[in-house]
């Protein structure tokens, strides 16, 4: 079974510090890993993916596979960063694309 | 094409009605997937689609829950017989297989309330 974990329901920073939304995961296989964002009144949209390695809106993600963590940072946070943030998992075979959802963690940065 | 497109965004039904919602993916997507998502909770999946074959159903389907795409394009899902905890926000997505999970597109969804 796969499950992912988001321990922090709520998360407030102040712009210009660093964030960290913490993800765990479970899965025997090899997992792709996603973050998805969902901005008040907006649809959920990717955020960024493993596998990409790259840096969107300046947040990264490493997956660590022996820590079965895929936390997401970014060194200075934005107002314009506070949204819900899901972590996401994709097994593979039957279960391909199909994505495994945490709860959310939503992210509010003060002025 | 704007994307995928849910209608209706919302419906409020009386407990033992049918409802049904709709989907329409983007043009050139062949996998269309549903979840639902509850208060305080992330998606959880509930089926998916490639073209026109239902592939997967998750346990949380159950049977007053059907769906169905129609020569691949869009998709409804219906619950019959209604009940408070059918209470969410229903999700569609889809995506290009080929693309791997990269082109995940979603709706705005369908918030319906049981009352």
């Known amino acids: 079974a796969q499950r992912v974990t988001q321990p922090e329901k709520l998360l407030s920073v102040f712009k210009g510090a660093p964030v960290e939304l913490k993800c765990n995961y479970s899965y025997s296989g090899s997992p792709e890993l996603f973050w998805y964002v969902q901005y008040s009144r907006q649809r959920l949209q990717l955020l960024l993916r493993?596998?990409s390695r790259e840096s969107i809106k300046g947040f990264t993600a490493d997956l660590n596979k022996g820590e079965t963590s895929f936390h997401l940072k970014k060194p200075f946070a934005q107002e314009e960063d506070s949204a819900m943030y899901y972590c996401a998992l994709s097994g593979g075979g039957t279960s391909y694309g199909k994505l495994t959802f945490g709860q959310g963690t939503i992210l509010t940065v003060h002025p | 094409d704007t994307g995928v497109s849910q209608d209706p965004r919302h419906k409020i039904t009386k407990r033992g009605q049918n409802v049904t919602f709709r989907c329409d993916p983007i043009s050139e997507h062949n996998r269309l997937y549903w979840y639902r998502q509850t208060l305080g909770q992330g998606p959880e999946f509930l089926t998916y689609f490639q073209n026109e074959a239902q592939l997967e159903k998750s346990r949380l389907l159950s049977d007053r829950f059907s769906a169905e795409r129609p020569k691949g394009s869009f998709s409804t899902l219906e619950i019959q017989r209604t009940e408070q905890g059918d209470s969410a926000m229903y999700l569609c997505a889809s995506t290009y297989l080929g693309q791997g999970n990269y082109g995940y597109t979603f709706g705005s969804g369908t918030r319906l309330t049981v009352v």
């Open positions: 493993h596998i």
